[in-house]
Nanobody, 126 residues
Framework: QVQLVESGGGSVQAGGSLRLSCAASGFSSSRYSMGWFRQAPGKEREGVAA???????YYADSVKGRFTISRDNAKNTLYLQMNNLKPEDTGLYYC????????????????????WGRGTQVTVSS
């Protein structure tokens, strides 16, 4: 059974850091494009960061220089290191995967990813 389970969310003050983890099971995540999305209340789910099978990366402009996406293939786990967090980073963060080697444009769309986790909440207070 293909499954993604996120963890590492929490409540922090602005300027703080969190590291999100996404544990994959039922498939080898190294052979999938993987991504992080977030959704704030009343807003659309937006792509935050992604990496493909060739290790190309994508970052939303709003997180460039603050967030880093990485993989640990031995642990079959995807990470999102988030530094210098801002209140506008608040939201439910989802991990996503797709077996294709995705190309990234100016944005990444939720519709291209076929496997989703249930999300982990990140709350940043000012």
């Amino acid at each position: 059974q293909v499954q993604l389970v996120e963890s590492g969310g929490g409540s922090v003050q602005a300027g703080g850091s969190l590291r999100l983890s996404c544990a994959a099971s039922g498939f080898s995540s190294s052979r999938y494009s993987m991504g992080w999305f977030r959704q704030a209340p009343g807003k659309e789910r937006e792509g935050v960061a992604a990496t493909n099978i060739g290790d190309d990366t994508y970052y939303a402009d709003s997180v460039k220089g603050r967030f880093t996406i990485s993989r640990d293939n031995a642990k079959n786990t995807l990470y999102l290191q988030m530094n210098n967090l801002k209140p506008e980073d608040t939201g439910l963060y989802y991990c996503a995967a797709d077996p294709r080697n995705l190309g990234f444009g100016s944005v990444i769309h939720r519709t291209v990813f076929g496997v989703w986790g249930r999300g982990t909440q990140v709350t940043v207070s000012s």
